[in-house]
Nanobody, 119 residues
Framework: EVQLQASGGGLVQAGGSLRLSCAASGLNFDDYKIGWFRQAPGKEREGVSCISTSDGETYVADSVKGRFTISRDNTRNTVYLQMNNLKPEDTAVYYC????????????WGKGTQVTVSS
């Protein structure tokens, strides 16, 4: 059974930083796609970033490009999302997800972690 545990959310002022972690188990971590998504109240879920754990290829949404960086540590089965220069519009519940093939329509999801950015 694939399990994903997201952590690292919190309350931060605009311009601040947070690092989210997604610890994965029950999968072949070295050959998966791990993605970060977010959902703000009243809005649809949005794909934020995704990484291929095999070759490190990444995708970053335009809305966060230049501010968010995704990375992975295959020795810890963990994917990170470094979020810098946070803005109030980044406020959302952030989820990590996993799929053996794609960065969309991902198979497995973890519980979210709340990120709140105050102005």
């Amino acid at each position: 059974e694939v399990q994903l545990q997201a952590s690292g959310g919190g309350l931060v002022q605009a311009g601040g930083s947070l690092r989210l972690s997604c610890a994965a188990s029950g999968l072949n971590f070295d050959d998966y796609k791990i993605g970060w998504f977010r959902q703000a109240p009243g809005k649809e879920r949005e794909g934020v970033s995704c990484i291929s754990t095999s070759d490190g290829e990444t995708y970053v949404a335009d809305s966060v490009k230049g501010r968010f960086t995704i990375s992975r540590d295959n020795t810890r089965n963990t994917v990170y999302l470094q979020m810098n220069n946070l803005k109030p519009e980044d406020t959302a519940v952030y989820y990590c997800a996993a799929d053996p093939w794609y960065c969309h329509d991902m198979d497995d999801w973890g519980k979210g972690t709340q990120v709140t950015v105050s102005s």
